[in-house]
């Protein structure tokens, strides 16, 4: 009597499905990262508040509701993605915080603001970063806190 369920060779394809796309979402993650939180060089704005409405309004972060909360980073990028390899400390699960501090500006939600009027006030400092890395790639920005 022949075994039930599906033949094996049917089920390769499903597999080299599941991992090809488990490979791009990877991908898709950094890249999400780099849109959500690199700007550099900085965009130039007439100010800070003003920057931080453009920025969310570009990066796609206020299309279905306005982001509470966003931080930017003007530095390049290899910079940050040497966090994962040397320039981070571990600290817990693929965490890793930064050995020097990089330009910042964290955007806020104002009261009142909805999507297609989403109003940000902005926090400018400089400060050490934690990223979450998958691959030796950041993927993840802990929330950066700023007077």
């Not at 981070?88 to 009261?111: A, E, I, M, N």
Request: proline share 9%.
């Amino acid at each position: 009597m022949a075994p039930r369920g599906p033949h094996p060779t049917f089920l390769l394809p499903l597999i080299l499905l599941a991992v090809g796309l488990a490979q791009l979402s990877e991908g898709a993650s950094y890249e999400k990262f780099v849109r959500q939180h690199v700007d550099n060089p900085k965009t130039i704005a007439r100010d800070d508040q003003i920057y931080c409405n453009l920025m969310m309004q570009r990066r796609g972060l206020t299309r279905t509701a306005c982001k509470p909360t966003n931080t930017f980073i003007d530095t390049p990028i290899n910079q940050l993605r040497d966090i994962c390899k040397y320039a981070g400390t571990p600290v817990g699960d693929k965490l890793y915080d930064s050995h020097w501090s990089f330009d910042v500006t964290v955007c806020r939600v104002l009261p009142g603001s909805y999507p297609g009027n989403c109003k940000y006030r902005a926090a400018i400092g400089n400060t050490r970063i934690r990223v979450g890395c998958e691959d030796w790639l950041p993927v993840h920005l802990e929330p950066t806190y700023l007077p």
